[in-house]
């Protein structure tokens, strides 16, 4: 891959980086990211994604957006209400980054479509309101060892926590969230409320991780859950231990 001088321009200060460069850049193009959800996470990974350079961008969402969207979900825009959340946000990325690939599907992620869906991203940001497509999600990155990016807002508070399965000692979620949640389909910000801030910090924390774990530099969240009180403004990053139990450890 030979960069242009467009190229070269539009990621100069990235290039410029010693711990990115050309190289890094190139392995920005190179990658492939699945972003499951186009909400209040998925917007800002989206825009965050789409302009450092990341080379396939695919988004997955059922939903068409709703005037409640707006308050949060940033890539959309009060005329774009009633249309398809995917289709509007692939738009939205081709116009902020025509170098990269886009990939918009229509539909929720199941069981029976999540191979499909996800065969041709190296990586995952769960973007998802609800327990039972977080599961779902661990299960196959677990299963076919892909890197899972997962977020959570709600009300004032956010978590943060990556898996990367290609490592042998990787916790996943279900380590930490034994039980299987009674509320396995609610939305929480539907019920709970959330302030639309929480998704900008908490979704550019996500595509902060999805860009280290690509380039491999820094250290990323890789086995540690970050929880963000926006209230009083506290990060902490607990050690998340994979726990001898868990499905994860082959156990049912
Ligand atoms: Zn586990």
């Known amino acids: 891959m030979k960069f242009t001088k467009k190229q070269i321009d539009r990621y100069s200060r990235q290039i410029i980086l010693k ?24 917007s800002p990974i989206a825009i965050y994604l789409a302009a450092l350079g990341i080379g ?18 940033i890539i959309f825009s009060t005329n774009d209400i009633k249309k398809s959340k995917s289709a509007v946000a692939i738009n ?40 039972r497509t977080r599961f779902l999600i661990n299960d196959y990155c677990l299963k076919n060892k892909k890197i899972l990016v997962s977020g959570a807002i709600s009300k004032f508070d956010g978590q943060v926590y990556t898996f990367n399965f290609s490592k042998k000692n990787s916790p996943c979620l279900r380590c930490f969230i034994s039980h299987t949640p009674t509320n396995l389909d609610v939305d929480n910000c539907e019920y709970e409320g ?52 868990c499905y994860c450890n082959g156990k049912k």
């Open 19 to 42: 711990k990115i460069g050309v190289i890094g850049q190139k392995k920005l193009l190179k990658a492939s990211v699945l972003i499951v959800g186009a909400g209040g996470l998925g």
């Open 56 to 73: 396939k961008i695919g988004i997955i969402d059922k939903d068409n957006v709703e005037i409640s969207n707006l308050s949060r979900q």
């Open 194 to 245: 959330v302030l639309g801030t929480l998704g900008g910090i908490i979704g550019s924390i996500q595509a902060n991780e999805v860009a280290k774990e690509i380039l491999g530099i820094g250290d990323t969240l890789c086995g540690y859950i970050l929880i963000i009180d926006a209230l009083k403004l506290t990060f902490r990053k607990v050690k998340l231990n994979k726990r001898s139990d």
């Open 92 to 131: 939205k990325l081709k116009k902020i980054n025509p170098d990269i690939q886009v990939q918009s599907f229509k539909k929720k992620l199941t069981i029976k479509n999540i191979s499909q869906v996800a065969k041709n991203f190296d990586l995952i940001v769960d973007g998802s309101d609800n327990f």
